[in-house]
């Protein structure tokens, strides 16, 4: 872990080259369809594994009644997103220093949980941890959006994420492969939607 967390905060000011790569599908931006699929009824909302606040800075404009919670280890990364923030002039997102699997908030404190493109470089085990806080932290009714890489029916997301996953942790053909409706129903998360973007998927659940 502490590795891990050396190397974000290394990458943390040039991470956000990574979007570049949504230029190249042939869909949607993931990020934005996100921002502009929130429900209006999320007033707060926490996105674990923040990073560099790329995908809350979207949904923060975009839904300026929405108070944004970004938590991330990596003190690089939220360096980035402060500073974005400010730049911004945003007044509904805040981050702070704090791990995904035990957060310090209260039982259904959020409306809704976000996370993007974080889950797919963990091991399982991880990500069971964090699914539980998720189910521990969000109200009932509220929702989880998870927006990560995901195999497509199409040939160039195929290819394409054939070449990125030789960069990426050995977790990752694993996950690429997951049955999110099986997966997040065992976190009383059932599974409402799920929409194809640039090489990813944002698969939208409900907490029962």
């Not at 290394?10 to 934005?32: A, E, N, S, V």
């Not at 521990?136 to 290819?159: H, I, K, P, S």
């Not at 129903?185 to 939208?204: A, G, M, P």
Request: net charge positive.
């Amino acid at each position: 872990m502490i590795y891990e967390t050396n190397f974000y905060n290394l990458i943390g000011p040039k991470y956000d080259i990574f979007d570049l790569i949504f230029l190249l599908g042939h869909k949607c931006h993931p990020r934005q369809r996100l921002a502009v699929t929130l429900s209006p009824h999320a007033i707060r909302l926490l996105d674990i594994c923040v990073g560099t606040a790329a995908t809350s800075i979207s949904v923060a404009k975009q839904n300026p009644q929405t108070q944004i919670i970004g938590i991330d280890l990596s003190e690089g990364m939220l360096a980035v997103a402060q500073k974005k923030i400010r730049n911004a002039n945003l007044n509904n997102l805040t981050v702070q220093i704090m791990g995904a699997r035990r957060t310090t908030f209260e039982d259904s404190y959020f409306d809704g949980v976000m996370t993007s493109y974080a889950l797919h470089e963990m091991e399982s085990g991880s990500r069971e941890e964090i699914f539980k806080e998720v189910r521990r932290v969000l109200r009932t009714g509220g929702m989880f959006y998870l927006l990560d890489f995901a195999m497509q029916t199409d040939r160039w997301t195929q290819w394409f994420l054939a070449v990125w996953g030789r960069g990426e942790p050995s977790v990752f053909r694993e996950y690429l492969k997951r049955d999110w409706q099986k997966t997040l129903l065992k976190y009383d998360l059932r599974v409402q939607d799920i929409q194809e973007c640039s090489f990813s998927n944002l698969v939208i659940a409900q907490k029962i």
